[in-house]
């Protein structure tokens, strides 16, 4: 890229006895008033304009920003690296093995096909709580995962050999947000560039939505698809409007017995009432230095939770104490602090920048909360958490009799709902035919253990009880908390309740070493919290199995039974299929539910159990004191725990090092392998583009409802036997207990387009009242029901293009690139919804599936479609010229299938395809393909 510098922004800066190339920010006018996150953005334009992509006007548009405008003015932004895990990366590395062949048949170079922005892949996302409770669980959980797993890993030890700066940090080492903020972010990066060394905010994308987390560090970073971070990766930048910026002003301290999921969780319910999708958050005020960057960190993961791009923290001292605690040399401090210092971005409590909008939170008025049962910003103060429960319960019992098939009832994919609030609709919709039933107390069930005891399940029976995700167990306040609570528990003689399966799963080892040092291991592990594996477990849907007569119990008897988790994510099925109703809770409170056993439970007068002597025991009279947390803090953790652990962080153990390796610049495909298998994405592609044409003839393969989220679009959890990606297993001599789960066989596109809308949990309204993968096939006579897949080969097959109607929040929750993938793949050429959630509209582009939305107030009810409509959009061949057109025309007419009397409708969808460069990727039929026409 050649270097354009209209601002004379080149500069150097000296720390200690070495010389850095900066571009300094304060050549721009208007700098001054910028939040710190749009500092970063304006360095990051500075040091890449080349006139081309990223040009004067653009960095003049950012240093003359108006904060309440509408975001209008696109730019480019050049991560200076790329971080992933395993679910979402795999897929990257497989299209980047292909992309390598793709150039060699275009006459090319392999190598040309590599990252040009650092890779780093933590393998996190993989291991599944089977055992629990005892010992050796963590062993056994490890060597169950290889067993599984080992075909994706060999895959990914080719990568790390194949490509130039790419890294794996391997399976058993911890989860990637806590990696990222412990060891791989740098804060300020350092970078040798045709012979200087240059320094530069460091800034990262992500395959993962919770990437945010590395924003309380100051790093300025957010969760995209696995499309635009393959992209990033071969130096394409990331496409953006200029943001408004939400500035949320944090004052007074944490009260004592609350906790830093308890802030976090009030945050969440404040900001998504306020409104900040497509926003940044960014803290300043006061109240600013005092909060720890541990909870700095908690607060940046739940961005996606309150739906922000990112939620900023500036660099200050608690950012230099962090980065020497966990054990980054003094050179980079001294880099961090200097380069911060001169470029304004240092935190100054007394300048105020300008924002867009103000929020302000007084921490002493936090009280310890949960959220649940299906969203995380369904936020309830704890002491009202037994009300609510029964209120929320009349949703769950006694429902869905038809829909609970108790055969294949472990398969139940997770799935990601953020689901709908109260008020809205939807909701109505959806839970009006309970509305008349009786209120459902209690199903009581009474479970014979083998040892001749037995107790009773009730609904509301907490059945899993897990400390896990980087949210919380990056957070040593949260994780001494719950130690100290284990074991104060322990010496009045409390034990979890039998029903419950109690797992503990680290973010890093270091976790471990403190525990270790601060002797609560044993405590912990009297109450069941063993380690049973270093990743996200629980939060992810890796549960495992509820223990088996719970699970027996809770199927026969329909009982609403919860899980209370320290993750980020809680939405329906999401968590384990046999439990309804999911509860976010700090790791002190995972561990009161164990012992309390039921979600039906008020800790403020229902004790927790009697002492050895007999007495009551309340939460209030276990609940560990401030004090104590810091002091353990101050005493367990130390420097020599990050250094020690994060030393041989890439090398991983026995089991990773012996595993056998190819070789070679292109990979060795294994006809033979139903994990990593070469996609079709560039098969029969030439250098020149073909020309986007209109669509006609088009039918619905699905018309869905509001908030679809990428989960219900390309579930992550289990494989059904009976559904098609099942029945393409059974075919290629797979065991059902060896299917494992859709987020692991992401290589494999077979397994992927025949899981895409495969959600048990899906309500295509072409179909009454029916849940899971299916439409109605219109290439057929009568329009039957069949598997969305079925029906999608036999459009194909008869050239019939297909388009899918949705409603408000189209492509909610993580940034799953499968979602886009599998719809292009599918043979979908069009989305039309209400609205769209931020990276699934980029990624459907960067498939080539063009995103179009109902004119305002208007949705596809209102409009009178059914879904049996045949359809034509015209306008989208003007993108040929070389125009964006702002509408195109759709017609929607009454085919054999319609009912009697329908008229034909018609309507101009708004085109989102909007800015130049996803236009580009759109003309050339999907990002990959501009990336190889352009490096060829």
Wanted: charged letters at 20%.
């Amino acid at each position: 890229m050649s270097a354009v510098n209209s601002f004379g922004a080149k500069d150097t800066l000296h720390v200690g006895d070495r010389a850095y190339e900066i571009f300094r920010i304060d050549t721009v006018p208007g700098y001054e008033k910028l939040p710190f996150s749009l500092k970063v953005l304006l360095e990051n334009l500075l040091r890449t304009e080349d006139g081309a992509n990223v040009t004067k006007e653009q960095i003049e548009a950012l240093g003359s920003w108006v904060p309440t405008a509408e975001p209008d003015t696109e730019i480019q932004f050049t991560p200076a690296r790329v971080v992933m895990q395993d679910f979402t990366g795999v897929p990257c590395i497989v299209d980047l093995a292909t992309m390598r062949e793709a150039v060699v048949a275009l006459g090319g170079d392999p190598n040309r096909i590599n990252p040009l922005s650092p890779a780093e892949m933590v393998i996190d996302h993989s291991v599944i709580a089977d055992l629990f409770g005892t010992e050796n669980a963590l062993e056994r959980n490890v060597e169950i995962e290889y067993e599984r797993n080992g075909e994706r890993y060999q895959f990914l030890r080719w990568g790390q050999t194949a490509f130039d700066d790419f890294k794996v940090v391997p399976p058993g080492t911890g989860i990637v947000h806590q990696v990222n903020i412990e060891h791989l972010a740098k804060v300020i990066y350092d970078r040798e560039v045709n012979g200087v060394t240059r320094a530069y905010p460091d800034t990262c994308v992500g395959t993962d939505s919770h990437t945010t987390m590395v924003n309380g560090l100051g790093v300025l970073g957010w969760g995209v698809g696995g499309i635009e971070a393959e992209a990033a990766m071969l130096g394409q930048p990331v496409s953006m409007l200029i943001p408004k910026v939400v500035g949320f002003k944090l004052s007074g301290s944490i009260p004592a017995g609350v906790t830093a999921t308890d802030v976090v969780l009030t945050i969440t319910d404040m900001l998504r009432k306020h409104g900040v999708v497509g926003k940044f958050v960014e803290f300043y005020g006061s109240g600013v230095a005092s909060v720890p960057l541990a909870n700095r960190a908690t607060i940046g993961n739940m961005s996606p939770e309150f739906g922000s791009t990112a939620a900023m923290f500036p660099i200050d001292d608690v950012t230099i104490d962090y980065l020497r605690l966990t054990g980054r040399s003094e050179e980079q401090l001294a880099l961090v602090e200097a380069y911060a210092k001169l470029q304004k971005l240092w935190h100054d409590a007394d300048h105020e920048p300008v924002y867009s909008e103000y929020l302000e939170l007084d921490l002493s008025t936090v009280v310890p909360s949960i959220a649940g049962p299906k969203r995380p910003q369904d936020r309830i103060v704890l002491s009202d958490a037994k009300a609510q429960f029964e209120a929320d319960l009349v949703n769950y019992a006694e429902v869905d009799h038809d829909l609970v098939d108790l055969e294949g009832a472990e398969s139940f994919p997770a799935s990601d709902p953020p689901g709908n609030s109260p008020e809205d609709e939807h909701s109505h919709h959806l839970h009006h035919h309970h509305s008349h039933a009786p209120k459902t107390a209690s199903k009581p069930t009474t479970v014979d253990l083998a040892d001749g005891t037995s107790y009773t399940l009730d609904h509301g029976a907490v059945t899993i009880a897990a400390i896990t995700s980087c949210t919380n167990t990056s957070n040593p306040s949260v994780m001494l908390a719950a130690g100290l609570l284990a074991r104060n528990a322990v010496k009045k003689g409390l034990k979890a309740k039998p029903w419950v399966k109690t797992t503990l799963a680290p973010g890093s080892k270091v976790v471990t070493d403190y525990y270790e040092k601060a002797g609560l291991t044993d405590d912990l592990e009297a109450l069941g919290f063993y380690t049973v594996g270093y990743g996200c477990t629980t939060c992810i849907g890796n549960s495992g199995p509820l223990i088996e007569e719970v699970s027996a119990a809770v199927q026969q008897n329909d009982l609403a039974v919860t899980a209370v988790l320290s993750g980020n994510r809680n939405f329906e099925g999401r968590i384990n299929p046999d439990v309804k109703m999911n509860y976010l809770a700090s790791p002190p409170l995972v561990i009161a539910y164990s012992l309390a056993g039921s979600m039906n439970f008020d800790f403020e007068t229902d004790p927790l159990g009697q002492d050895l002597d007999g007495n009551d025991v309340y939460l209030r009279d276990i609940w560990p004191d401030t004090a104590e947390v810091q002091s353990t803090i101050d005493t367990s953790i130390n420097k020599d725990m990050f250094t020690k652990q994060y030393a041989s962080v890439f090398e991983g153990d026995e089991r990773w090092r012996t595993l056998p390796t190819p070789t070679g610049a292109t990979f060795e495909w294994d006809a033979e392998s139903t994990y990593v298998r070469k996609p079709p994405y560039f098969d029969g592609m030439t250098m020149q583009t073909t020309p986007v044409t209109d669509i006609a003839g088009a039918r619905v393969l699905a018309k869905l409802g509001d908030s679809v989220t990428t989960d219900h679009i390309s579930p992550a959890g289990n494989i059904k036997a009976d559904s098609p990606a099942g029945q393409y297993l059974t075919e290629h001599g797979v065991d059902r207990k060896d299917f494992n789960s859709y987020g692991s066989r992401r290589g494999n596109h077979e397994v992927m387009i025949r899981g895409t809308f495969a959600n048990i949990r899906l309500k295509n309204q072409l179909l009454d009242g029916v849940e899971g993968g299916y439409t109605r096939d219109f290439t057929q006579a009568d329009g039957p029901q069949s598997f969305i897949y079925d029906a999608s080969q036999h459009y194909q097959a008869e050239g019939t293009p297909l388009v899918i109607f949705g409603g408000k929040e189209y492509g909610s929750g993580s940034s799953r690139d499968w979602a886009a993938k599998g719809t292009s793949l599918l043979g979908v050429k069009a989305v039309i919804t209400e609205s769209f959630e931020r990276i699934h509209r980029s990624n459907l582009i960067g498939m080539g599936v063009v995103p179009l939305q109902f004119p305002a107030g208007e949705s596809a009810d209102s409009l009178g479609l059914d879904g049996t409509e045949v359809v034509s959009i015209t306008g989208l061949e003007q993108l040929n010229e070389g125009v964006t057109p702002k509408t195109v025309h759709v017609v929607a007419e009454p085919s054999a299938h319609s009912p009697e009397g329908k008229q034909t409708v018609e309507f101009d969808a708004v085109v989102r395809i909007d800015t130049p460069g996803e236009a580009d990727y759109y003309r050339n039929g999907g990002i990959l393909q501009y990336v190889l026409r352009s490096l060829v």
